[in-house]
Every structure is written in C-alpha cells, then in structure tokens.
C-alpha cells in the first residue's frame, strides 16, 4: 500500500497558495478530494446529500492517517458546502487550511475567454481530467478546437462513466469551463453557453447548482440532468435521446 | 423482420412482411430463451435482439409519425416507468424518464386489479381521488377505504383517478397531450384523466412505430448494431 504522504484539497483554491505549500511540503501527493476514489461511506454526512462533498469525507477519512493537510475551498467558487465541511473536518482532528478564490470581477464578456480544452476535439471525459488538473498545474499542450455539436454544462460527475455517452464534439460549460479559465467562481461565464448548441446541463442531487441549471436548461432548450451518484439507466437513456434527437452524434 | 417492445409486462411485437401486431406477456418471452427479435426495444429489448433502440427516441420519432404534429407532449405508461418526450417547433424540450416510482405506473394499477379481480373496462370513473403520492402508499388507501366502509369499486375508482392525476401532473399540467401505452385501454383510467386534459390515445404500438423508422434509417441502423 501507497504510504507517501498527502495534501488533500478540494475545490479550486487558489494557485498561488497551493504553490507556496508544495513549496512547503515538496514530496507530497496531492490528492483531490472531490473525486471518487472508492473509499467506504464514512457515515458523517447525511446520505441524502451531495455525492461529491460525501467524496471528499468520506476520502478524507479513508486516507486519514496519511494526510498532513487539507487545503479546502470556502469562497463562492465551492459553495456553503465546502465551507461547512471545512469546519467539520477541522472538529474531527484535522489540519485544515481555508482558502477563497473569488477576489476577481465577473467577465462581462464570457464568449471572449480562452478555454481550448473545452473547445478541444479530446474525448469529453479526458477534457474533463485536463482540466482539473491545471487546477495545480498549468496545460502545456495545444488542442485541435472542434465546432460543437452539442455542449455539457456543469461540475465534474461523480460518475465520469455520464460523460462517455457524449460525442468529441462536445464543449465544456459552466463550472468546469470556469475552472480552466481560472475565474472559478465568475457567474458570468459559470452561465455562459453558446446559443443553439444543444447542451446537457447537469447538477449532482442536492446541489446548489440546481437552481442555475434547471434556469438555463429551460433557457437555452437544454436538458436538465439531476445524478446522485452513479449515473442509472434512465438518465443514460435521457442524454442519449437528448443527443440523437439533435443530431448531435 | 420481426420489431418487438420488450415492456416489463407486455412485449409487442411488429412482423414487417404483413404488418401484423401481437402482443404476449414478457414473462412468456423471457421463458423461451430461443426466442429472439432482429431488432427491439423496451426494458428486456437489449437481451432479445442484435439491435437495440432507445425507447425514448422510439416514442418521440413514433410519435412525430404517428400525429404529424411537431409540437408535442406525449406519455407513454408503462407497467414500471413512465416516459415523457415534449417537442416544439420540431425539437426536443424535454424528456423524461422515472424509473423508480409506482405512482404512475401501470403496474401498480394491475396489482390492484388482480388483487380485487377488477375489471377496468366496466369499472365506473368518480370525482373523487385518493392521493396516490406512491403506489404503496396508494394501495394502502384503497384498503382503508374499503375498511371505513367504501365500496371496492368507488375505492378502487378513486384510486385509478388518483393515478390519472398524477400523471397528468408529470406533464406539468398540460391541456392537450398524448397518451401511449396498455393504459389508453383501460376505460376507468381514460374517463378519468380526461377530468384534467383533452388526453389523445395513440395505442400500445408507438414506440414499434418509432422503431420501424428508425430501422428504416440505415446510418441508425448501423449505429445500435450491438456487437
């Protein structure tokens, strides 16, 4: 068994503190506690609750005894949530840091904004994982940008297994197109889809994000798509029509 | 060809080669394991044939078929779900599809018809409704309410609108909508939702329509090839 020391984070804290503490801590793994990494239902948060903040107690918990420290994400680029969640673990012995990482101004021109993963011609599931992952490193490659034929808004998945039923052709909204633009909790671009392009607007059950999904989906004649954990057969035959119906594979 | 919708209860098959519908229970197809279709739908459809279709875009492209009409809500209930497709101006506004409860589904209603040997052809509609707000729960108000002394009939009738009702709300309260599925038979179930909406019955065979469509497309075809 792995028995390498971790950072756990969650959430887009900001780049500049999480370099200061790699600094710190240079031989750590850092590990993004948001995604579902198998762990055993730790039994603190409530069952019906969001699937990706369980993720991260419930990971948090599992990998106990190998984490030093948890950098968490309390600004308006996580939710109440995660600042919540942050006062639990620090109560159950852990060494929690708090960060924020909206000090910035909404974009008011969100169209306008640099996103070639999300716009890249990349299977969507690993558009996905690149961009996390310039959550602590910046991407140095370059993409191939495709036109889209239809559009996924949203968070990460708790289930990426959602993300394989969309064609290459589709781009990255919402949070996640956030996250790669680096202005994590920009309303303006968190709401920005191109018009006409026909987009899945999925929220994990319970999560706030709700409200601006079912708005947008209604808005733009999109699909609202509510998962709480594993993605089931009906939802996967919702997406699936949703995407045939428009001609979008 | 032979086209079947391989439901949780029914399964109707469609032969091409003289356009001939049956339908038999599920149980009895999934008895003969030899019993195979060239192409299906329908819960039970990807075991039972080389090509499957979803049965949302089954009911939309039957629908659009079968009406003409390119702004639509259509519900087709079936013994365990309920699907929901609205078009407008020709595109998809919403889909729906609820899985996991017996609120609305014909199922739940067939329980109870057995149970109390009901027949739903005969059974007269009342404007009273139990709130049937899950099918277990409605259930146990149709034994409360025979048990305070209501008729079996005016009971179970109560329980039929209850259901109606909710199904007309998964529409979101539409005026006008389609119904399709073994429900549009039931006599009871149909005099009662049409207390909520002008409801127009397309019969058990929409998403076979759809299906025949969508087999007739040679890219579709080639596409749901399962291998």
């Known amino acids: 068994m792995n028995s390498k020391k971790i950072i756990g984070f969650y959430g887009y804290p900001p780049r500049a503190f999480t370099e200061t503490i790699r600094c710190k801590y240079p031989f750590h793994e850092w590990i993004d506690l948001d995604v579902d990494l198998g762990s055993p239902e730790s039994e603190i948060l409530p069952d019906n609750y969001c699937r990706i903040l369980r993720n991260i107690m419930d990971n948090a918990v599992f990998l106990k005894d190998r984490i030093d420290l948890i950098v968490t994400s309390t600004g308006s680029e996580k939710c109440d949530g995660g600042r919540f969640l942050s006062h639990l673990l620090s109560q159950i012995g852990f060494n929690v840091v708090d960060t924020r990482n909206d000090s910035f101004e909404n974009t008011e021109f969100p169209a306008l904004i640099d996103v070639p993963i999300s716009k890249s011609s990349l299977p969507l599931d690993k558009k996905i994982e690149l961009i996390m992952d310039t959550v602590l490193d910046d991407s140095s490659c370059e993409y191939e940008e495709t036109q889209p034929t239809c559009g996924f808004w949203g968070v990460p998945p708790h289930d990426f297994e959602l993300l394989k039923l969309f064609p290459d052709t589709a781009h990255v909204y919402g949070w996640t197109r956030c996250v790669e633009a680096e202005r994590p909790a920009d309303i303006n671009l968190e709401c920005y889809v191109d018009p006409g392009v026909p987009t899945v607007f999925f929220v994990q059950s319970f999560c706030a994000k709700s409200q601006l999904a079912r708005w947008l989906a209604a808005k733009y004649g999109g699909l609202f798509v509510d998962v709480d954990g594993t993605i089931g057969m009906g939802t996967r035959a919702k997406i699936d029509a949703f995407l045939e119906l428009n001609k979008a594979k | ?227």
């Open chain 2, 1 to 227: 060809m032979i086209l079947a919708d391989c439901g949780t209860s029914y399964t109707k098959i469609l032969d091409l080669s003289d356009g001939k519908l049956s339908i038999v229970e599920t149980r009895q197809v999934v008895k003969n394991e030899n019993r195979t279709f060239d192409a299906a739908t329908g819960h039970l459809g990807r075991l039972k044939s080389r090509l499957y279709k979803n049965e949302l875009v089954c009911l939309a492209v039957g629908t659009l078929e079968i009406t003409h009409d390119d702004n639509f809500c259509v519900v087709d209930i079936g013994g365990r779900d309920t699907k929901l497709v609205e078009f407008k101006n020709g595109k998809p506004l919403r889909l729906d599809w609820n899985m996991a409860c017996g609120a609305n589904t014909g199922f739940t209603l067939e329980i109870v018809g057995r149970y109390y040997d009901v027949d739903y052809s005969i059974l007269k509609p009342v404007d009273e409704y139990i709130d049937v707000t899950c099918g277990v729960f409605g259930i146990e108000r149709v034994f409360d309410a025979i048990i305070s002394g209501v008729t079996e009939d005016i009971a179970i009738a109560r329980f039929v609108h209850g259901v109606a009702r909710n199904v007309h709300r998964v529409t979101d309260r539409k005026e006008r909508f389609y119904l399709s599925g073994g429900l549009t038979e039931n006599a009871c179930f149909m005099n009662s939702i049409l207390k909520y909406a002008e409801v127009v019955p397309l019969g058990r065979a929409v998403l076979l329509e759809g299906l025949k469509i969508a087999m007739q497309d040679q890219d579709v075809m080639k596409r749901f090839i399962m291998n």
